[in-house]
């Protein structure tokens, strides 16, 4: 067990520019979430996969901001056109859920932290 | 709403002292409680969890939490603290609103320990 990773750790990148991280999970873990959080605040809800399927994506989560899981393992978060905004440590987590049991742990990668000029 | 508050910025407290770190929740139905821990430029790390059962929780590093229905609390305790137990420390609840597990966290508390 590896653990959940984040790749990059930073990001600096200049407004307008689209940035992609990526999320490696738990191998045997099948849902992913994406959060976010911002500086004296928790972590914000973005959106999740269970497998490959898009299951919810939060009101965060404006048109600039795509999401996908292929073959339901590693996950991509692409944000389009930055905005000084968009400024924010990227979270990754997974877990393993089992039908009817939905309250198992959710372990987070390192982050990604990114940085619009 | 779903909602988890905490409601202390900052807790300071002394090496060997015990320590608590509030928390206090609102859900619909029955809650499933999270802690989690977070040093700097790194990841939440899990702590403990409240899903049923006794309602006092051990969890890693020494940590437990006393779950309080009647006043919608899962106060974070420790008999002892220590100086690497200083880190940003958030509680979470599961919404229960449907079935993505997401967390709902509370807005930190920075515990500072001092030698």
């Known amino acids: 067990d590896t653990g959940v990773s984040q790749d990059p750790r930073h990001k600096i990148t200049k407004r307008g520019q689209n940035v992609t991280f990526r999320c490696d999970p738990i191998?045997?873990?099948?849902?992913l979430y994406w959060y976010r959080q911002t500086l004296g605040q928790g972590p914000e809800f973005l959106t999740y996969f269970q497998n490959e399927a898009q299951l919810e994506k939060s009101r965060l989560l404006s048109d600039r901001f795509s999401a996908e899981r292929p073959k339901g393992s590693f996950s991509t978060l692409e944000i389009q056109r930055t905005e000084q905004g968009d400024s924010a440590m990227y979270l990754c987590a997974s877990s393993l859920e089992v039908s009817g049991a939905s309250k198992n742990i959710q372990y987070f990668g390192a982050g990604t932290r990114l940085s619009v000029l | 709403a779903q909602s988890v508050a905490q409601p202390e910025d900052q807790v300071n407290v002394a090496e060997g002292n015990p320590l608590t770190v509030k928390c206090t929740y609102s859900v619909s139905g029955n809650p499933y409680l999270f802690w989690y821990v977070q040093y700097p430029n790194r990841g939440l790390q899990f702590l403990l969890k409240?899903?049923?059962?006794?309602?006092l929780v051990k969890g890693s590093y020494g940590f437990e939490a006393e779950f309080n229905k009647s006043q919608t609390s899962f106060h974070l305790k420790k008999p002892s603290a220590l100086v690497s137990d200083s880190a940003l420390y958030f509680c979470a609840v599961r919404d229960a609103s449907g079935n993505t597990g997401k967390l709902i966290f509370g807005q930190g508390t920075t515990l500072q320990v001092k030698p």
């Open positions: 409240y899903i049923t059962g006794d309602n």
């Open positions: 191998s045997e873990h099948n849902r």
